[in-house]
């Protein structure tokens, strides 16, 4: 008839930590799954633009395909088109370098 108090006992700490464990399991797998290689994917595109030089094949965020012909200090170069059309373009809305030029040899 009448229910113990016994019955109503805290599981202790070992039960926080059972019960917290789901949230570390998932963020590891957050983690590995989407924010890796993100980081991973921008690192090599930090690195493309960095390498970007004279003469290099570039495909920018926008689509155009052009050569670039001036590679500014400020975050800028500039990129020809066709023959006589030169644009100016931020170095990060690069997406692709299609093919590189050989360095200079000394």
């Known amino acids: 008839m009448f229910v113990s108090p ?45 390498a970007l030089r004279r003469g290099d094949q570039v495909i920018t965020a926008g689509g155009l395909v052009g050569k670039v012909t001036k590679v500014k200090e400020d975050g800028e170069i500039e990129v020809e088109l066709s023959e006589g059309v030169r644009v100016r373009v931020i170095k990060h809305t690069i997406q692709s370098v299609t093919s590189k030029t050989e360095p200079a040899k000394e």
């Open 6 to 50: 016994a019955y109503a006992q805290d599981a202790g700490a070992g039960g926080a930590l059972v019960s917290i464990l789901p949230f570390i399991l998932i963020f590891a797998i957050m983690y590995f799954l989407l924010i890796r290689p993100q980081q991973k994917k921008m690192k090599e595109h930090r690195a493309m633009v960095e």
